[in-house]
Every structure is written in structure tokens, then in C-alpha cells.
């Protein structure tokens, strides 16, 4: 069964802290996202992949950094948590031209 | 800006009534659309996929799309209280990633 699976589920760091988003899809696709979701805005697009060591930047790419290791897995990285980035994180994974199936989310908040 | 726009914001809608709901892109390079439900704590789900003119319809769900003014719109007739969500439209531009609107929150009223 397609599944794409993020860790972790809920997550609360600092003003200024690090951290790693994961977020792992078992579908053998080629693209792989990063959303973030806040009330007013809908989902916004982070960065994307379209393999293992590719990365796009999206619409909201500043203050997050992401990396695909390889094709199951992709990372968003927060170096310096602000609150700003307090948001509720989505990860998908797709073929080409395909809908994305989303993960679950990781709710992140930066105190 | 905002390059897929959804309107209405929100919508009620009584049980057993219509629910139409509008979405446009303003990015003239983007090939094709979908829909999303989002229930309340869930992830989105895919919906409907909309490619070409014209319209498509799924059971209770029906989408319509016009190419030419980048407009589709989805109707929910028959619409129970499982239907009240968050629906997002989706905008797909070759070579790059689907971007969504800001949604449509749905609530049926019993």
C-alpha cells in the first residue's frame, strides 16, 4: 500500500533552535515536496525533488533548507527556528503528473 | 500573489443542497488541475483530477474546467455532513510542483 510516513508527529523546539523534519515514501516515486500549512494561506510549497540529490526551491523556500538522500527520503532542515515557522508541515510524494499522496504532518511549534 | 485563487472563502450548505465552489489560476503555464478534500486533523486527500475541457463527473462530485480562462470549478450535489472539509484546488505547471489555493471550508448543516 502507497505511504509516505514523517517523524515526528508533533515537535516543539526555541526561538533559534535546529531542527530535522524526515519524512520517508515507499511508492518508488521521483517527486518528493515539502508544504507548510497556516489558516489563510492554504498549502505553500517549501522545496521539492525530483530524485535522490536534486532539490527545487519552491514559494517560501527562506529559512529552511532540505535535502533528498535518496529516492525513499527526504529531510526539512530549520537551522534557526523562529516563530514564524510555527506551522503544520506536510510531506507528498508523486510520479510525474501524478497527485501527490500526502503524510500525516508534523506540527511544529517554536516557542 | 497568490497564483491559484478559490473562492468562496467558506460555505453552508444544508444537507441533501448544492455546494459550487470556484478556482482560478492566473498562471497561463499551468496544464492541469485537482481537487483535495482536507477533514479537520487529516492530511489532504485527492478528490477529482481535471485535464481537458469540459466535465467530469464522480458519483456526487462533479468538476468542470475551462482552459482558456484557467477556471474549474467543483459541485457537490446531494451533500451530507461527511462532506463538510476543507477543499483545496491545485494548479499543475509542467516540470515543477502543484501549487494550492487557499481552500474552501464546506460545512453541511443537518
Known amino acids: 500500500e502507497a505511504a509516505v510516513t514523517q517523524s515526528p508527529r508533533n515537535k516543539v523546539t526555541v526561538t533559534g533552535g535546529n531542527v530535522t523534519l524526515s519524512c520517508r515514501q515507499t511508492?518508488?516515486?521521483?517527486?518528493m515536496y515539502w508544504y507548510r500549512q497556516d489558516t489563510g494561506h492554504g498549502l505553500r510549497l517549501i522545496h521539492y525533488?525530483?530524485?535522490?540529490?536534486?532539490?527545487q526551491i519552491g514559494d517560501v523556500p527562506d529559512g529552511y533548507k532540505a535535502t533528498r538522500t535518496t529516492q525513499e527520503d527526504f529531510f526539512l532542515l530549520l537551522e534557526l527556528a523562529s516563530p514564524s515557522q510555527t506551522s503544520l508541515y506536510f510531506c507528498?510524494?508523486?510520479?510525474?503528473?501524478?497527485?501527490?499522496?500526502f503524510g500525516e504532518g508534523t506540527r511544529l511549534s517554536v516557542l | 500573489q497568490q497564483k491559484v485563487q478559490q473562492s468562496p472563502e467558506s460555505l453552508i450548505v444544508p444537507e441533501g443542497g448544492m455546494a459550487s465552489l470556484n478556482c482560478t489560476s492566473s498562471d497561463r503555464n499551468v496544464d492541469y488541475f485537482w481537487w483535495y478534500r482536507q477533514h479537520s486533523g487529516k492530511s489532504p486527500k485527492m478528490l477529482m483530477s481535471i485535464f481537458s475541457n469540459g466535465e467530469k463527473e464522480e458519483g456526487r462530485f462533479t468538476v468542470h474546467l475551462n482552459k482558456a480562462s484557467l477556471h474549474t470549478s467543483l459541485h457537490i450535489r446531494d451533500s451530507q455532513p461527511s462532506d463538510s472539509a476543507l477543499y483545496l484546488c491545485?494548479?499543475?505547471?509542467?516540470?515543477?510542483?502543484?501549487?494550492f489555493g487557499t481552500g474552501t471550508t464546506v460545512s453541511v448543516s443537518p
Open positions: 525533488s525530483y530524485g535522490a540529490g536534486n532539490l
Open positions: 511508492n518508488s516515486h521521483n517527486y
Open positions: 507528498a510524494s508523486s510520479g510525474d503528473i501524478q497527485a501527490p499522496l
Open positions: 491545485a494548479a499543475y505547471q509542467g516540470g515543477r510542483a502543484l501549487i
